[in-house]
Antibody
Framework: QVTLKESGPALVKPTETLTLTCTVS??????????VSWIRQPPGKALEWLAHIFSNGEESYSTSLMTRLTISQDTSRGQVVLTMTNMDPVDTATYYCARIQYDFSTGHTNFDYWGQGTLVTVSS | DIQMTQSPSSLSASVGDRVTITCRASQNISSYLNWYQQKPGKAPKLLMY???SLQSGVPSRFSGSGSGTDFTLTISSLQPEDFATYFC????????FGQGTKVEI
């Protein structure tokens, strides 16, 4: 059974750094056909992809946020960590981690499993 | 970056109605288009991938079509559990989502 679970602080202050952890089970972060992304959703708004890490450790970031984001993984612990610096109230959102499945025959990818999400509020 | 635009932003429908949601990409994305369903307080759920392939376990009343820049998601006969928000997502170059379409009574 594939599961992903986000953990981290519910409240951060402006200018602080946010650190979120995604703990996965039911699949290996080392699998060539898997990867993990972070996606966020401000209250009542659309989904925004933030960052992705591939099984080989290669990272990919949203161009609008890349200067503030770092993604890393610990395959032995089944964890993917996202850090976001210089938090602002506009960063208040539910943050999700999701598994990406690759189909190497077609090049298609999709987010087939998601965590429940964790609400992060940025306020002093 | 590739922008995704959905229409309408919301729609009202009744059980049994045929519902169509449109998604337009800002450039050609071939068939690199996925659809997700999200219910209040829940994570999104994958419905369709590759524009027209049904994810395992998703009812056959859902279908997708399109290629290039224009795509549609159709629900052939709306059921009570289908009232939700639907997002398209391109996977041609990184990943970006549409703004969502809320299907309500």
């Amino acid at each position: 059974q594939v599961t992903l679970k986000e953990s981290g602080p519910a409240l951060v202050k402006p200018t602080e750094t946010l650190t979120l952890t995604c703990t996965v089970s039911g699949f290996s972060l080392s699998s060539a056909t898997m990867g993990v992304s972070w996606i966020r959703q401000p209250p009542g708004k659309a989904l925004e992809w933030l960052a992705h890490i591939f099984s080989n450790g290669e990272e990919s970031y949203s161009t609008s946020l890349m200067t503030r984001l770092t993604i890393s993984q610990d395959t032995s612990r089944g964890q993917v960590v996202l850090t976001m610096t210089n938090m602002d109230p506009v960063d208040t959102a539910t943050y999700y981690c999701a598994r990406i499945q690759y189909d190497f025959s077609t090049g298609h990818t999709n987010f087939d499993y998601w965590g429940q999400g964790t609400l992060v509020t940025v306020s002093s | 970056d590739i922008q995704m635009t959905q229409s309408p932003s919301s729609l009202s429908a009744s059980v049994g109605d045929r519902v169509t949601i449109t998604c337009r990409a800002s450039q050609n994305i071939s068939s690199y288009l996925n659809w997700y369903q999200q219910k209040p307080g829940k994570a999104p759920k994958l419905l369709m991938y590759g524009a027209s392939s049904l994810q395992s376990g998703v009812p056959s009343r859902f279908s997708g079509s399109g290629s290039g820049t224009d795509f549609t998601l159709t629900i052939s006969s709306l059921q009570p559990e289908d009232f939700a928000t639907y997002f398209c997502q391109q996977s041609y170059s990184s990943w970006t989502f549409g703004q969502g379409t809320k299907v309500e009574i």
